[in-house]
């Protein structure tokens, strides 16, 4: 169907989203043995909080060529100094608000490094997204100027190996790719 739209001139590159690595890698697989272009992108969920994709997912994407659009780059909010709004009132629903409390140490040393940095935990969470090897630019949502000018800022923030380690201590990963992240 893509490559008919292509075709049609009504696309010009197809992506994914939400895709397993096996889909991934089923469908470029077929669109090569037809002698079409394979899937380019795809859009997963993606940040400090959730790095299950690291499994699979980008294993797969880099082995194809495809870059990776993170949604939800800042965990709803969790990784945009969730702490420091609790504290001052806002994000007061209540189904965040137990987010916040059961990730609390984690936040509490996630925001700590950021104070030491001199940068938000937004703009910390944005670079380190973008220091990943598949990540071609998380899809952002900014509310204000603020938020916009903290997220430009993010792409030209550089994080030492040291900083990267210490994000790693906070938010572990799954452990690497499949299946050496959990049978070896």
């Not at 469908?27 to 790095?51: C, F, H, I, K, P």
């Amino acid at each position: 169907a893509y490559d008919s739209l292509i075709k049609q001139g009504k696309g010009i590159y197809a992506g994914s989203s939400n895709f397993a690595g096996w889909d991934l890698a089923t469908a470029n697989q077929e669109a090569a043995r037809r002698g079409m272009t394979g899937l380019v992108s795809e859009q997963s969920v993606y940040n400090l909080d959730n790095r299950m994709v690291e499994l699979e997912v980008l294993p797969a994407a880099e082995h194809y060529g495809m870059g990776i659009i993170p949604w939800s780059p800042l965990a709803g909010g969790l990784l945009g100094g969730a702490l420091e709004k609790a504290a001052n009132g806002r994000r007061a629903n209540e189904d965040f608000r137990k987010r916040v409390e059961s990730k609390r140490s984690q936040l509490e040393a996630f925001e700590s490094l950021c104070r030491d940095l001199g940068e938000t935990p937004a703009a910390v969470a944005l670079a380190w997204l973008l220091h990943q090897p598949a990540v071609t630019a998380p899809i952002i949502g900014p509310r204000n100027i603020e938020q916009l000018e903290s997220a430009a800022h993010a792409a030209s923030l550089e994080l030492s190996e040291e900083i990267l380690k210490s994000l790693d201590e906070i938010f572990p990963g799954p452990g690497g790719q499949a299946p050496q992240a959990y049978a070896w």
